[in-house]
């Protein structure tokens, strides 16, 4: 009776496979071309020079409506921005007991000015998970002004919230003294220009 | 008042924009406000101190915008770790 019960549902199965198999395989068929389809939309919407291009243009044009000028020519002519530390002994300005240097989509290097001591690097990013074009990262110099408003908004939490490394694991420590190199030859640079230009306006005025 | 948000491959997009003294505009504004940060945005004003130096300001609710505010600018929640690629 049982080998006769169980024969028969061996049966059953193999007639119900028979049966389903070729909807079962139609089915999984659809699945993977409705998967390849969607992800070379992806790809399509993925990456387009001329969108990206508009998009740092813009981008720029925020950052520089929200910094300081001196700010805006420093990260214009460098690539980077430099932010005074504000937890120090000394306030948040030039002279501030350490600052911190930002650059798009790699960690905020804290470092001491006085020494050019390189102290740590905060990893943090600003992952748009929505992913509006198929990427989660913003222009760089969105990038670059999320930290900046981040940092000078509330430092302690944006450095709580991030990841913190010994400096040289993702920036190249060389390549970093040689930025604070350029950071003070153009400060040196900026200062001199400005000495001129107030001796030429003294100048004109006495003339 | 205008509410700005960072998105990539984009850059700023205006959400919402009105005047804060319209009660009209103000309930615009106040629900793109609330809009983002239920979508998980930061929400920062930038701000100019009297001596000049400008910085920003993070605020969790359309109350503590300052009423004279050009801009509200909604950018991603900041996540520790960046990747190593970026070297």
Redesign the interface.
């Known amino acids: 009776m049982a080998l006769a019960l169980g024969t028969a549902t061996v049966v059953l199965v193999a007639l119900l496979w028979e049966l389903s198999r070729s909807r079962i395989t139609a089915a999984i068929t659809d699945r993977r071309v409705r998967k390849r389809g969607s992800a070379q939309r992806v790809s399509e919407i993925g990456y387009d020079p001329g969108r990206e291009l508009r998009a740092e243009q813009r981008a720029r044009s925020l950052l520089r409506s929200c910094i300081e000028d001196e700010d805006w020519a420093m990260y214009r002519d460098l690539g980077f921005l430099r932010v005074w530390g504000g937890l120090g002994d000394r306030a948040r300005a030039a002279g501030a007991s350490y600052a911190y240097l930002i650059y798009p989509h790699r960690p905020i290097l804290a470092y001491l000015p006085q020494t050019g001591a390189l102290l740590s690097e905060y990893c943090v990013a600003f992952p748009d998970l929505s992913r509006p074009y198929g990427s989660a990262r913003l222009p760089d110099s969105d990038d670059v002004l999320a930290k900046w408003m981040a940092l000078t908004a509330d430092e302690r939490g944006l450095i709580a919230d991030a990841n913190m490394h010994l400096p040289g694991r993702q920036i190249d420590p060389d390549q970093v003294r040689r930025d604070l190199l350029r950071l003070a030859r153009w400060e040196r640079e900026r200062i001199g220009r400005s000495k001129i230009g107030r001796r030429a306006s003294d100048v004109e005025r006495a003339a | 008042m205008k509410l ?1 948000r ?7 997009v205006v959400l919402a924009e009105g005047d804060i003294e319209a009660p009209e505009q103000e309930r615009e504004l106040i629900e793109a406000f609330r809009r983002e940060l239920d ?2 945005m ?1 929400a ?1 004003v ?1 701000t100019e101190s009297r001596d ?7 605020v969790k609710s359309f109350a503590d915008v300052p009423r004279d505010a050009e801009r509200v ?1 909604f ?8 990747s ?1 690629a ?2």
């Open positions: 700005l960072l998105k990539p491959g984009h850059g700023e979508a998980g930061w920062a930038p000049g130096r400008r910085q920003a300001e993070l600018i950018f991603p929640r900041a996540a520790g770790g960046a190593r970026a070297r």
